[in-house]
Every structure is written in C-alpha cells, then in structure tokens.
C-alpha cells in the first residue's frame, strides 16, 4: 500500500531564509516521488520528481528534495525563501510497480512567506 | 497550463441538480483522471481511463460518473448533487510510454459549490 505524510499542515518562513517541508512515504515497491506546488487559485504544477538516478532532485526556482531510503522521507529544501514561495505544496508517491499509475498525494503543506 | 483545460471554472448549484464537467486536453495523452480537492485533505482520486474504451473506479466514486468521449476529452457528471460535494476538481492526463516516472499534467481546477 502506499501511502504519503506531510508532517506540517503549515511553515511560516521570513523571506531569504530556508525552506523545509517534511514528507514521508511509505510503499511496497520501488517508489516514485513528487513534489507538485499549488499556487492560489491556480492548478498544481511539477516542482520536481524522484526518478531513482540520484537520491538529490534539483526541481524549479531553487527547490531540491533528498530521497532517503533509510528514512522513508522525501524532504523538501530551498536555500532562500522568495515572497512567490507563498503557497500549497503536495508530496505525491506512485507504486513503480503497479500499471494503474496511480497518485497518492499527501494532505497539503500550506508555505507562508513573511517579508 | 493550456494544454489541459477545463470548464467551467467556477459553479454554483443547488442541492439534487445534475451538473457535468468537462476537461479537455490537447497533450495527445491516453490517460486522464478526475480528482476532487478538499481544504485539508489533499486530493482524492474519483475515476480515471487509460483510454476511451477504458473507465475505472477511483477511491471515492460513489455519486459520480464519468463519460470519455474521445481521447481529448473525459467529463465528470454528478447526477443529483449534495453539499458535501463542495469543492475544487482537477482533471488530469499523464503518457504511460517506457517511462514509470511520468507525472500528471493538470488543469486550472473547477470549483463546485452546492447549496
């Protein structure tokens, strides 16, 4: 079963300093993962995606995500918070070993960026 | 993103109404889902169709059908529409090919308030 936890339902930042939205996964075969940005009264678009060639993802406007087997966790990082940081972020496992290529997304980390 | 878009955008409706949705994608994906977003919960699968002859259950389909007219096109009907399906809806589309780490590309959203 899979299966996506994102541990702060809220992260309040000040602008320019770092960024962590924690996820953790679970799945019963190899995962992909994702993380999809939610910006308001826009849809979700691709931040980046975990595709097992390297466990550091480098994704758009400054973001990465660390794959950690160990821990089951796919954290998000930024260096520098940026004030159109500001929205909701989903971490997202699909079963690698299921045809139906579903999407599990987590319930949302709602980023606020304070000047 | 343009490529896939969906109407309307926003709809207000009264309870035991049939309201249908509709997406369009000009992405030439054979895949498309609905799901239906809601404050706090993330997103929830209701049907997906890997390609017009094909039409499965998601994990919340009950109230809700679907029709895949082409492979452009996947409408989402409620038939008799309650309150508790107040929300915001994506449709989505993916392209299985050789790569098991394809993301999702969604729409704008749809969102559905019954009184």
């Known amino acids: 079963a899979q299966s996506v936890t994102q541990l702060d339902s809220h992260v309040s930042v000040s602008e320019g300093t770092p960024v962590l939205l924690r996820c953790n996964y679970s799945?019963?075969?190899?995962?992909?993962l994702f993380w999809y940005v939610q910006h308001p009264n826009k849809g979700l678009q691709l931040l980046l995606k975990?595709?097992?060639?390297?466990?550091l993802v480098k994704g758009i406007n400054g973001f990465e995500a660390e794959f950690k087997k160990s821990e089951t966790s796919f954290h998000l990082t930024k260096p520098s918070a940026h004030m159109s940081d500001a929205a909701e972020y989903f971490c997202?496992?699909?079963?690698?070993?299921?045809?139906?290529?579903?999407?599990?997304f987590g319930r949302g980390t709602q980023l606020t960026v304070w000047p | 993103d343009a490529d896939v878009t969906q109407t309307p955008r926003n709809r207000i409706t009264k309870t035991g109404k049939r309201i249908m949705l509709e997406c369009s994608q000009t992405?030439?994906?054979?895949?498309m889902y609905w799901y239906r977003q809601d404050p706090g919960l993330g997103l929830r699968l209701i049907y997906y169709?890997?390609?017009?002859?094909?039409?499965n259950k998601g994990e919340i389909s009950d109230g809700y059908s679907v029709s895949r007219q082409a492979q452009a096109k996947f409408s989402l009907s409620l038939e008799s529409a309650i309150p508790n399906q107040t929300a915001l809806y994506f449709c989505?589309?993916?392209?299985?090919?050789?790569?098991?780490?394809?993301?999702?590309?969604f729409g704008p959203g749809t969102r559905l308030t019954v009184l």
């Open positions: 989505a589309t993916s392209d299985p090919g050789t790569d098991s780490y394809n993301e999702q590309f």
């Open positions: 997202v496992v699909r079963d690698r070993g299921s045809t139906l290529g579903r999407l599990y």
């Open positions: 799945s019963s075969y190899s995962p992909s």
């Open positions: 992405k030439g994906h054979d895949r």
């Open positions: 169709s890997f390609d017009v002859k094909d039409i």
């Open positions: 975990y595709t097992s060639a390297a466990t």
